[in-house]
């Protein structure tokens, strides 16, 4: 008899994660669910947490039922330390320098498929498996590990998973790649699952009533000083209330009327300073995109057609990307974007294949 391969699923409390526990046990592999503890309380920006956010005391009583239920065993691991590190310090070091980071992203590259990957593979698993709605496959002519759009277009989540390596690919099972999200709910209704029904959680765990600069003095310890809004030729508009408040594009909540739509055209953290402009400024055809991985191939020979996003919820466009430095690539949008923020992840894709992506500089 074949040794029977192990999988160590990350459980979130929620139901797509419940689900794909469900489906790796039927699929034979010895199992184990695991909860990552991601932070203490006195880290959040404070108040209610909200049904919409993860990472709760309940999401890890919901997963350690979900796993009585399909009788395999329960475990909690604690990464607050690394979470704090790799995850908080991250997003609030990035506002400070005037970017927008996407902490979803970092979780998955940094906690997901890094601390809990590398712990898996100590322990001797043959996998990772999470909820994520992605596919996986491999490249018929050079065996290259392939990431790929879920089957669901409005979960496919590929877009946040651009940081996987081949080694992680290799070890990783994304079993709702090809469900749909009323599939995956009636599956788990069908076997009893105590979140079903359970919403999804969008807010950001540790921020979940959305209030991002509370968190970030909160963490940090210190205050932002009000500054100016500028126009592009440094006319004093008024004042705002600290740099950690505005990104890329935003028009409401600016604290003051100017008898005409106004954006945030740009942030100045050397200068304390806000840039705003009219909508037509903040059109841009190119983007600088660093700390890049590759996927599909390991480097980019020549100019490439794709099709890049610059943002999680939008329609990838089409553009070309040159890699112009080992770390580096410049994308050239055959049409101008909207508001490209520095710090937001730009992924690009080849169909249904993430090529690879990077964070905007």
Known sequence: MGVTESAIIALSGGVDSSVAALLTRDAGLKCVGVTMKLFDNEDMAGGARGDRACCSLKDADDAARVCGVLGIPFYVFDFTEDFRREVMERFAGGYAAGRTPNPCIDCNRYIKYDRLYRRAMGMGFDRVVTGHYARIGRAP???????????????????????????????????????????VRDLAEANGFVNARKRDSQDICFAPDGRYARFIENFSGREWPPGNFVDADGKVLGRHEGIIRYTIGQRKGLGRAFGRPMYV???RPETNEVVLGADAELWKREARVGDVNLISAPRLDKPVRVTAKIRYNQQDSPAVAEQVGPDEIRLTFDEPQRAVTRGQAAVLYDGDTVVGGGAIL
């Open 141 to 183: 002519g050079t065996g290259r590990w392939l990431l790929k759009r879920a089957v669901d277009e409005t979960k496919d989540q590929s877009y946040v998973l651009y940081g996987l390596t081949q080694n992680q690919l290799a070890h990783t099972a994304f079993p709702l790649g090809d469900m749909r999200k009323n599939e």
């Open 265 to 267: 055209a740009a942030i």
